[in-house]
């Protein structure tokens, strides 16, 4: 079965900076982004917005096995190991990243109550950056601060790469975010930032992906169980 992983991971300095240079290649493994970690909402200038160190690593596979043996023997792999993952079904996709080639849509579509995992990945246009980081700003702290976003963080590769990826315990609470149903000022902000984006586009390529959780491995900051399984 193809699949997807998400993985969070603290890597040595010189083995991050040389995934962030050059991706690994394995057998099976159809595209890999690698970036380092940033902290939603952090300030521009701070030691928090570029993460070098702890790793974000979001993967396509054409099999499960494919990843298990890149764990398992690839160096870098074995790396991520030693940080948490979570295996991904591909269910639907809007926008398109060229060099990423998508699996066909699912067929099945989630239940309201059902947990979803969100990952959105952008080619930036450079001289719209101060554009999106001031809309941008804004939406990584109503993301971040949601009862319902288990686990929200954005990454980033230099010089135009940036991604988000979300665990939310519910697709209503996801969509509610995004359509901006929910209470107060703040759920406003994502609705506006998109009207923003389609007044004038941020990115040269941009891509909202969505996902059934599948399963969970390992640990990151002392948690293993993000996910909200069902009974």
Do not use: C
Not at 104 to 120: S, Y
């Amino acid at each position: 079965m193809s699949l997807y992983s998400f993985h969070l991971a603290n890597m040595p300095l010189l083995k991050a900076f040389g995934g962030l240079l050059r991706p690994p290649k394995a057998l099976g493994l159809r595209h890999m982004e690698v970036l380092a970690g940033m902290q939603l909402g952090a300030a521009v200038i701070s030691p928090h917005r570029m993460q070098v160190r702890r790793m974000a690593v979001f993967a396509q596979w054409e099999a499960e096995a494919a990843l298990v043996d890149f764990l398992a023997q690839h160096p870098f792999g074995r790396k991520l190991s030693e940080g948490w993952h979570v295996r991904l079904e591909f269910l639907r996709r809007w926008g398109e990243v060229r060099d990423m080639v998508l699996f066909p849509e699912g067929e099945e579509r989630l239940e309201l109550n059902e947990p979803v995992v969100a990952v959105t990945l952008a080619r930036m246009r450079l001289f719209e950056m101060p554009r999106f980081i001031h809309w941008g700003r804004p939406v990584e702290r109503q993301i971040r601060d949601h009862p319902e976003a288990i686990l929200a963080m954005a990454a980033i590769r230099l010089p135009r790469t940036v991604s988000t990826f979300s665990i939310w315990t519910s697709t209503r609470a996801m969509t509610g975010m995004v359509f901006g149903r929910d209470d107060g000022e703040a759920a406003r902000r994502h609705t506006e930032a998109m009207t923003e984006r389609d007044r004038r586009d941020f990115h040269h390529e941009f891509t909202t992906l969505r996902f059934r959780p599948l399963s969970e491995h390992g640990s990151w900051e002392g948690r293993s169980d993000y996910v909200p399984w069902s009974a």
